[in-house]
T-cell receptor, first 113, second 111 residues
Framework: EPEVTQTPSHQVTQMGQEVILRCVPISNHLYFYWYRQILGQKVEFLVSFYNNEISEKSEIFDDQFSVERPDGSNFTLKIRSTKLEDSAMYFC???????????FGPGTRLTVT | QKEVEQDPGPLSVPEGAIVSLNCTYSNSAFQYFMWYRQYSRKGPELLMYTYSSGNKEDGRFTAQVDKSSKYISLFIRDSQPSDSATYLCAMKGTGGFKTIFGAGTRLFVKA
């Protein structure tokens, strides 16, 4: 069964450093998403991406965040200068259409020290 | 008022019980309703996906949507210890991209 994969599973970084989180969406899906879940809190939408551009973003997704589809299979989230409050689980998701189900990856746990 | 309200629990039931999980919402634009299961430090796993009002059944799981009351439910029949997890309701509008999640209800099924 096709699934969304994410690497690394756990990333530790120092405050102010740049991190790149990687995702491989399900191969026939066209819509890609990043969500964040701070420990003990709800899953929050960050951004959606379609046809090589951002289609929607939340107020959390400020200038320190960017997304990219560098090739035909990968989808990345970059955090330019990490802050302590960026520590969270980051989930990638993908869907065939906007109306279709979103399937989530296993997540990357980001720890900023 | 929060867009999506979900009782965080925890909810503890004996094995074999029928479990009822619920969410209320305030945004009448929501048209798609989902239930995800999440194990500790894992990604949300899609259980049920419904459009507009009505019921949907899949094995031991039944999802109900009542748009007039802005209320959705997930029923789990013959609950098993392996059902112990956090259950997230989620919803989105037509034409929108983002999914709004509830806080999640922690469920414990005791053997």
């Amino acid at each position: 069964e096709p699934e969304v994969t994410q690497t690394p599973s756990h990333q530790v970084t120092q405050m102010g450093q740049e991190v790149i989180l990687r995702c491989v969406p399900i191969s026939n899906h066209l819509y890609f998403y990043w969500y964040r879940q701070i420990l003990g809190q709800k899953v929050e939408f960050l951004v959606s991406f379609y046809n090589n551009e951002i289609s929607e973003k939340s107020e959390i997704f400020d200038d320190q965040f960017s997304v990219e589809r560098p090739d035909g299979s990968n989808f990345t989230l970059k955090i330019r200068s990490t802050k302590l409050e960026d520590s969270a689980m980051y989930f990638c998701a993908s869907s065939e259409t906007t109306a279709a189900e979103q399937y989530f990856g296993p997540g990357t746990r980001l720890t900023v020290t | 008022q929060k867009e999506v309200e979900q009782d965080p629990g925890p909810l503890s039931v004996p094995e074999g019980a029928i479990v009822s999980l619920n969410c209320t919402y305030s945004n009448s634009a929501f048209q798609y309703f989902m239930w995800y299961r999440q194990y500790s430090r894992k990604g949300p796993e899609l259980l049920m996906y419904t459009y507009s009002s009505g019921n949907k059944e899949d094995g031991r799981f039944t999802a109900q949507v009542d748009k007039s009351s802005k209320y959705i439910s997930l029923f789990i029949r013959d609950s098993q210890p392996s059902d112990s997890a956090t259950y997230l309701c989620a919803m989105k509008g037509t034409g929108g991209f983002k999914t709004i999640f509830g806080a999640g209800t922690r469920l414990f099924v005791k053997a």
